[in-house]
């Protein structure tokens, strides 16, 4: 299984950006939970938000909650992250990661598996 990242950029403070995490490999898709996490300099890694399998079920973080959503594409084996009233703090590297799911909410980067490149975003005037 692997995955990709992207999205990423450099946007002003209120901007928005779209992320995509494409993965391939596994012939089930539907049945993986994905997460977004990110990671600020000289921070731990962190979750975002996730989208358990099939059922689309969502979970943010207090910080993502309101501005963020995510979403999915069975079809083409990828999720978003739509990101609106972009600040300064949201800066990070944005990471995807993926686990088989078992009707559970995953908030640990350590319960996920597979993990992708991660994507830079700058928010900054």
């Known amino acids: 299984v692997q995955l990709q990242a992207s999205g990423g950029g450099l946007v002003q403070p209120g901007g928005s950006l779209r992320l995509s995490c494409s993965v391939s490999?596994?012939?089930?898709?539907?049945?993986?939970?994905v997460g977004w996490f990110r990671q600020a300099p000289g921070k731990e890694r962190k979750f975002v938000s996730v989208?358990?399998?099939?059922?689309?079920?969502?979970r943010y973080s207090d910080s993502a909650k309101g501005r963020f959503t995510i979403s999915r594409d069975n079809a083409k084996n990828t999720v978003y992250l739509q990101m609106n009233s972009l600040k300064p703090e949201d800066t990070a590297v944005y990471y995807c990661?993926?686990?088989?799911?078992?009707?559970?909410?995953?908030?640990?980067?350590?319960?996920?598996?597979?993990w992708g490149q991660g994507t830079l975003v700058t928010v900054s005037s």
């Open positions: 990661a993926a686990r088989i799911g078992y009707s559970v909410i995953y908030y640990s980067p350590e319960s996920y598996n597979y």
């Open positions: 490999g596994p012939s089930t898709f539907r049945s993986y939970s």
């Open positions: 989208i358990r399998e099939s059922s689309s079920i969502t």
